[in-house]
Nanobody, 115 residues
């Protein structure tokens, strides 16, 4: 399984970005997917997840501003980020969640929010 994240960039505070993560392999539709982020100098943290049934979970920092979605026909998961804040600056990673294993990580895409 390979995951390719894209869509990061520099945006002003209050702006929006949409991240994409394309997965190879045939197990995408049967797997939960997640977006994580690692702010500068901090540990990686969960942002949001989406189950294979489309059920979603958001951390408090993402609720009301971010939307995770998936397109199984394209083997792609998205993260729409609105009302971005400087504290959202981080490298964002997608992850394929595997119940009986450690899962698979993408390479990360950098999001920088300027004030």
């Amino acid at each position: 399984v390979q995951l390719q994240a894209s869509g990061g960039g520099v945006v002003q505070s209050g702006g929006s970005l949409r991240l994409s993560c394309a997965a190879s392999g045939r197990i995408f539709s049967r797997s939960g997917m997640g977006w994580y982020r690692q702010p500068p100098g901090k540990q990686r943290e969960l942002v949001a997840t989406i189950g294979r049934d489309g059920g979603t979970y958001y951390t408090d920092s993402a609720k009301g501003r971010f939307t995770i979605s998936r397109d199984n026909a394209k083997n792609t998961v998205y993260l729409q980020m609105n009302s971005l804040k400087p504290e959202d600056t981080a490298v964002y990673y997608c992850k394929m969640i595997v119940v009986d294993g450690p899962g698979y990580w993408g390479q990360g895409t950098l999001v920088t929010v300027s004030s």
